[in-house]
């Protein structure tokens, strides 16, 4: 199972670009890299997945190594509402379906 | 549509009660995942259920722990003879056909505190 390595947490400030990186070393070549955040009592929802090339979407960027060993999350503007843990999640299909969730990075925005 | 739901939100049991969840997955879904979360701490896989496949147990932390899917919608966590370590949020999620490329949808959770 592939395990993944987050700092346990970040700052940022309001309207400033946020950087969540990951580790995800032992990756398999089939795994999607996914991100999820979790926020204060409530349960994790999506953000964002890739494979090898760096993904947008309207919540987040997603830059994955050219090695996929690591990744990245960018919020481009962080607002109060992103205070959450974000969890980056390699997934596979079929049988490698026992997920590892991490503790994740617990993110705080500063007004 | 309506997304995942629990029930119940919130309970409150003795030790040694046995205890049912219920999670009404997305309309559609194939894949059903639980997993429970301690206070501060990620999330433990449980259990997973995909179309008429076996589920995947090996995340059950003791034979007190059973699962069932029926006609592959609604599941149910049973916890047998619960003990005070099983106090957890327990969340049920999930996803379209369980590729790997799936969104996983999550419910609120089940507080299950155990006196």
């Known amino acids: 199972d592939a395990k993944t390595t987050q700092p346990n947490s970040m700052e940022s400030n309001e309207e400033e670009p946020v950087h969540l990186p990951c580790n995800h070393s032992t990756i398999s070549g089939t795994d999607y890299i996914h991100w999820y955040r979790q926020l204060p009592s409530q349960g994790p929802e999506y953000v964002i997945h890739?494979?090898?090339?760096?993904v947008n979407n309207r919540m987040a960027s997603l830059a994955i190594a050219e090695d996929r060993k690591s990744s990245t999350l960018i919020l481009h503007r962080a607002t109060l509402r992103d205070a959450a843990v974000y969890y980056c999640?390699?997934?596979?299909?079929?049988?490698?379906?026992?997920?590892?969730w991490g503790l994740g990075t617990s993110l705080a925005v500063n007004p | 549509g309506a997304g995942v739901s629990q029930s119940p939100s919130n309970k409150v049991t003795e030790k040694g009660k046995d205890v049912e969840l219920r999670c009404d997955p997305i309309?559609?879904?194939?894949?059903l995942y639980w997993y429970r979360q301690s206070l501060g701490q990620g999330l433990e896989f449980l259990i997973y259920f995909q179309g008429n496949s076996a589920p995947d147990k090996s995340g059950l932390p003791s034979d007190r722990f059973s699962a069932e899917r029926t006609g592959g919608s609604v599941s149910t966590l049973t916890i047998q003879r619960t003990q005070q370590e099983d106090s957890a949020v327990y969340l049920c999620a999930s996803s379209a056909m369980g590729t790997s490329t799936d969104t996983q949808y999550f419910g609120p959770g089940t507080r299950l505190t155990v006196l």
């Open positions: 309309s559609g879904h194939t894949a």
């Open positions: 890739g494979l090898t090339s760096n």
């Open positions: 999640i390699p997934q596979g299909a079929g049988n490698n379906r026992k997920l590892i």
